[in-house]
């Protein structure tokens, strides 16, 4: 028997990788800021890189339903500070917020 690994890093494999490693992210800021695992998330992303814009874009659902974010901007949120972190090899600034429970009804 002969097994054949394909190891090429297409374009949506690196998109994945790099959306998971956002959510991982994600989930260790909501686990430093000790918020519940049902607490309700807006999360805004600053010094994306096309390329990484384009990947965190195209897993929107995937990340949302992961970290629970009902709000999902490439910019800062008022009246919250950022973090520098690094998703993948770029820097970027990471901004988190808890919803409370009336701003999360629509």
Do not use: W
């Not at 500070?81 to 429970?101: F, H, M, N, T």
């Amino acid at each position: 028997m002969v097994v054949i690994l394909a190891t090429e890093l297409t374009p949506e494999l690196i998109a994945e990788g790099l959306a998971r490693d956002f959510v991982r992210l994600v989930q260790d800021e909501r686990k430093k800021r000790d918020l519940q695992f049902t607490d309700r998330i807006e999360i805004g992303i600053v010094g994306a890189s096309a390329s990484l814009r384009q990947a965190i874009e195209t897993n929107r659902d995937y990340i949302c339903g992961e970290t629970l974010a009902i709000k999902l901007v490439f910019e800062a949120l008022p009246s919250v500070q950022g973090i520098e972190a690094e998703i993948g090899d770029e820097k970027v600034a990471l901004y988190l917020r808890r919803i409370s429970a009336t701003e999360g009804k629509s």
